[in-house]
């Protein structure tokens, strides 16, 4: 308690000292310590005409502020009212600071802490909202599953401290790529997905390739070594779930892996290759 009491004088004296502690039109704090203490002029008055005097109301209320006790009790209202409106500005200030803390924390649930994009818990909660939209809007919908190839090397040769630096310097670079309503995410690792909103696959591929081009010919001065990426793409199809879409995507991604990196192929591509291979 002894800890908590200065405290508590320091954030009284500080409201005390801001203007929203005397702002009638903002703090009802303020109007609550008026009303609050309103009764006690009133009664005091009333005690004056009934008791006192027998005169009018009037001269009653002039009597009242006949000594210093009187005026104590007449100013009430205002005394009152300063000690609430500061009081409402302390409470005004501690929601403030709540309210920061829950935004904060709900950041930190949504976005991945080192690169700062979306994370893989904000992709799976928005997936079926997309998808719902895509179909209300009778729009297609790409995914894009993109890997850094071969980044354990690069942990290995250049330490871990660089390959965060290239993570985050890639993040900010796919961001940039994006349009403002498509959804590029920590997947997890070296791993990120694009979601991209009204992109069939063809187009997809394009914008995949513009970003595979980027990042190979050096997406961010801070990456001095060599880098590229591998990206496997898929188009949502009717009643998909995420793990169906996301498994042709990332099936498509394995195979860009198998067949020398730095590429980008389409699941329907991958697939009518599976299917020649398996002789269908």
């Known amino acids: 308690m002894s800890i908590e009491f200065p405290q508590q004088i320091e954030e009284f004296v500080t409201a005390a000292k801001n203007p929203y502690s005397y702002n009638f039109f903002k703090n009802l704090y303020l109007w609550f310590g008026i009303l609050w203490g309103l009764p006690i002029p009133l009664v005091t008055v009333m005690l004056e005409a009934s008791f006192i005097t027998s005169s009018s109301l009037f001269d009653s209320f002039t009597s009242a502020f006949s000594s210093p006790l009187q005026w104590f009790f007449m100013v009430h209202p205002l005394l009152f009212g300063t000690i609430f409106g500061i009081l409402g500005t302390v409470r005004h200030e501690k929601d403030r600071q709540l309210n920061e803390k829950i935004l904060e924390l709900n950041n930190l649930t949504i976005h991945d802490s080192l690169t700062g994009l979306k994370n893989r818990r904000y992709f799976v909660h928005i997936f079926h909202d997309e998808c719902a939209r895509s179909l209300r809007r009778k729009e297609s919908l790409s995914l894009l599953f993109l890997d850094i190839d071969h980044f354990k ?23 940039k790529q ?23 696959e063809k187009t997809a591929a394009q ?4 970003v595979r081009k980027g990042i190979e010919s050096g997406c961010s001065p801070a990456i001095t070594v060599p880098l590229t990426i591998s990206i496997g793409l898929a188009e949502h199809m009717t009643n998909d779930t995420l793990e169906q879409m996301t498994d042709r995507a990332d099936q498509a991604l394995y195979h860009a892996k198998q067949t020398g990196r730095n590429k980008v192929v389409c699941w329907s591509t991958y697939k009518e290759f599976r299917d020649t291979a398996n002789g269908v």
């Open 153 to 175: 090397k690069i942990n290995d040769s250049h330490g871990h401290y660089f390959g965060d630096i290239v993570l985050k310097e890639l993040a900010a670079y796919l961001q």
């Open 178 to 200: 994006c349009r403002p309503y498509d959804t590029p995410v920590r997947w997890g690792g070296e791993e990120f997905l694009i979601l991209l909103r009204a992109t069939d």
């Open 207 to 210: 914008f995949a390739e513009r």
